[in-house]
């Protein structure tokens, strides 16, 4: 990975972490840096729990690039244990340099290491290039994804 090192998010991250979920169409619509009040606690829970894996990617000390990944034990596909890849963003002047593909290839070899079965993930609709970034790296658009707002 040369001079990128990716690694367990750090609470002192959290404010670089909202700014690329923010710097999206979609994101932009359901985040804010004005407040990291409600970020606070929520990262809180995800350090706790061990299937959580929230990672930055850092180049030259700069947080560049996130993404969680979650382990979801199951009965399903023989007892199989599944990972979830979420909420992957890349830092805007780093699109197109490769780094997602760093980032997602280090969540499949995590979850090889984490004994699990399958990767999958979902991708809003609208993100076409996305569909297809994730094509190239071998994941099937095989279901459809539903979601109801609580």
């Not at 700014?19 to 606690?41: I, K, Q, V």
Request: proline residues 5%; aromatic residues 4%.
């Amino acid at each position: 990975m040369g001079d990128l090192e990716i690694r367990p998010a750090v609470v002192d991250d959290v404010p670089a972490i909202v700014g690329m979920l923010a710097d999206d169409p979609l994101g932009a619509r359901r985040e804010s840096l004005d407040d990291l009040t409600p970020y606070l606690p929520a990262f809180e829970r995800l350090s706790s729990d061990p299937n959580q894996h929230l990672v930055v990617a850092v180049r030259e000390g700069r947080v560049v690039g996130t993404l969680q990944l979650t382990v979801i034990p199951g009965l399903s596909r023989r007892g199989s244990t599944r990972s979830i890849i979420e909420a992957v963003r890349i830092h805007s002047d780093e699109r197109g340099s490769g780094l997602g593909t760093q980032l997602i290839e280090w969540a499949i070899d995590e979850s090889r290491r984490l004994d699990c079965q399958l990767v999958q993930l979902t991708s809003d609709k609208s993100r076409m290039d996305a569909h297809r970034f994730y094509e190239r790296l071998g994941f099937t658009a095989s279901h459809m994804g539903f979601k109801l707002e609580l």
